[in-house]
Nanobody
Framework: QVQLVESGGGLVQAGGSLRLSCAPS????????MGWFRQAPGKEREFLAR????????YYADSVKDRSTISRDNAKNTVYLQMNGLKPEDTAVYYC????????????WGQGTQVTVSS
């Protein structure tokens, strides 16, 4: 069974930082692209960043590219999203997802981890 398990969320003060982790399991993800999304209450899900497991290429949404870094650790089979300079508007549930590198559709999703930024 394929699982993507996120961790690292929590309560942080504005201006602080968090590192979210995503640990995929249940299949080989070497030909997959891993992405991070978030969804705030009453808002649509928002794409944040993605990283290719095969060539380590990355792409960021404009809303977070100056404050975020996506990375992977092959040895730990984990993808990270480091976010700095957090703002109250970053409060959301953050999701990890994966899609096959030759497809644009994210087919695997985690359960999400809550990030709350206090002012």
């Amino acid at each position: 069974q394929v699982q993507l398990v996120e961790s690292g969320g929590g309560l942080v003060q504005a201006g602080g930082s968090l590192r979210l982790s995503c640990a995929p399991s249940g299949r080989t993800f070497s030909d997959y692209v891993m992405g991070w999304f978030r969804q705030a209450p009453g808002k649509e899900r928002e794409f944040l960043a993605r990283i290719s497991w095969s060539d380590n290429s990355t792409y960021y949404a404009d809303s977070v590219k100056d404050r975020s870094t996506i990375s992977r650790d092959n040895a730990k089979n984990t993808v990270y999203l480091q976010m700095n300079g957090l703002k109250p508007e970053d409060t959301a549930v953050y999701y990890c997802a994966a899609h096959y590198k030759y497809s644009a559709k994210y087919t695997y999703w985690g359960q999400g981890t809550q990030v709350t930024v206090s002012s």
